[in-house]
């Protein structure tokens, strides 16, 4: 069964540097897709940046990177140059190719940006 | 607005009345979901729609919830005799038709509080 694994509970950062936000999978799939989401106090979940399982590079959205290592099954987020407004809940979620729609998310990370 | 939109945002009621709760999706979405989230953790899965059809519903879905999506576009999700581990944010999602990299779009969520 697929599962997603977020260990961080919470972390801080400094306004202007850059975080990374761990993220593990598992799943029996060749074909997957692994997504973040932010969601902050208001309650809506943001999408932030997809990688596909079968993508050859490391997708990037702005200052959000995904740092994707396959064979670790790691889909770790990188935020660069971080923002007050990035505190927040960051969730990761996955969704297998085999004809299923639904996304399956993680615990999340609570993020803390202090100046 | 033409996000997803739904009502009511917040809901407190007493402890075996029902609740119905109704989302709007993106008007071009033809799919539809239902997620729950309680404290602390990630979205659960419920069920969701393509159309008007339901085509999957997860195991946390007892027999004391349904959802209904007469005509393809709202949706709503009803809890019958609600128990107070029924406390949650409901959250609704919609998407384009199935693609593996096809984000879900989230509404703002239905804070359910069951006293």
């Known amino acids: 069964a697929q599962k997603i694994t977020q260990t961080q509970p919470g972390m801080f950062v400094q306004e202007k540097e850059a975080v990374t936000l761990d993220c593990t999978y598992d799943?029996?799939?060749?074909?997957?897709?692994l997504f973040w989401y932010k969601q902050p106090s208001s309650g809506e979940m943001i999408f932030l940046i997809y990688q596909g399982s079968y993508d050859e590079q490391n997708a990037t959205e702005g200052r959000y990177s995904l740092n994707f290592q396959k064979a670790r099954k790691s889909a770790n987020l990188v935020i660069s140059a971080s923002q007050l407004g990035d505190s927040a809940m960051y969730f990761c979620a996955m969704r297998e190719g085999s004809g299923t729609d639904k996304l399956i998310f993680g615990t999340g990370t609570r993020l803390q940006v202090f100046p | 607005d033409t996000g997803v939109s739904q009502d009511p945002r917040h809901k407190i009621t007493k402890r075996g009345q029902n609740v119905t709760f109704r989302c709007d999706p993106i008007s071009e979405h033809n799919r539809l979901y239902w997620y729950r989230q309680t404290l602390g953790q990630g979205p659960e899965f419920l069920t969701y729609?393509?159309?008007?059809?339901?085509?999957?519903k997860s195991r946390l879905l007892s027999d004391r919830f349904s959802a209904e999506r007469p005509k393809g576009s709202f949706s709503t999700l009803e809890i019958q005799r609600t128990e107070q581990g029924d406390s949650a944010m409901y959250l609704c999602a919609s998407s384009f038709p199935s693609q593996l990299d096809g984000e879900l779009f989230f509404g703002e969520g239905s804070r359910l509080t069951v006293l």
């Open positions: 799943t029996s799939d060749q074909s997957y897709g």
């Open positions: 729609f393509q159309n008007e059809a339901q085509l999957e």
